[in-house]
């Protein structure tokens, strides 16, 4: 189920309680402000979320209330991961879902790392 990119954070979410360690996760790499762990419905070869550890809702919520630190942190989080996984050779992708209409399931923001083969086009042809 969607969920609104908006409004208040929910400290009950599924990310929200593995970051309290209430449920494991396979651990890819973490930082002072950021973990990566791998997904637990991959939809590539390669599927790895990296969440700030700050309670953000979305995109529109870190950007504009995180700090230089936290987004610096975070954004070499996401590069980090990507190099050492070997995704860097054959391209990757990069993709956050913001709000309902874009699937937004978790009110946390994350993003998803794509890769270990061709992806295809970034939305169906309409």
């Known amino acids: 189920m969607a969920v609104s990119g908006i409004g208040p954070y929910d400290r009950e979410n599924i990310f929200a309680k593995i970051l309290r360690g209430d449920i494991p996760c396979?651990?890819?790499?973490?930082?002072?402000?950021?973990?990566?762990?791998?997904?637990?419905?991959?939809?590539?070869?390669?599927?790895?979320?990296?969440?700030?550890?700050?309670?953000?809702v979305s995109l529109a919520d870190f950007s504009a209330r995180a700090t230089d630190t936290e987004i610096a942190g975070f954004t070499r989080l996401v590069g980090q991961v990507a190099r050492d996984l070997g995704l860097d050779s054959e391209g990757y992708r990069v993709l956050s879902n913001m709000g309902e209409n874009a699937g937004q399931e978790v009110p946390h923001f994350h993003v998803h790392l794509f890769g270990g083969r061709a992806l295809g086009p970034m939305l169906a042809r309409v």
């Open 26 to 56: 396979r651990k890819v790499a973490e930082n002072d402000v950021a973990l990566a762990f791998h997904d637990i419905a991959p939809a590539a070869p390669v599927h790895v979320l990296v969440i700030p550890k700050g309670a953000y």
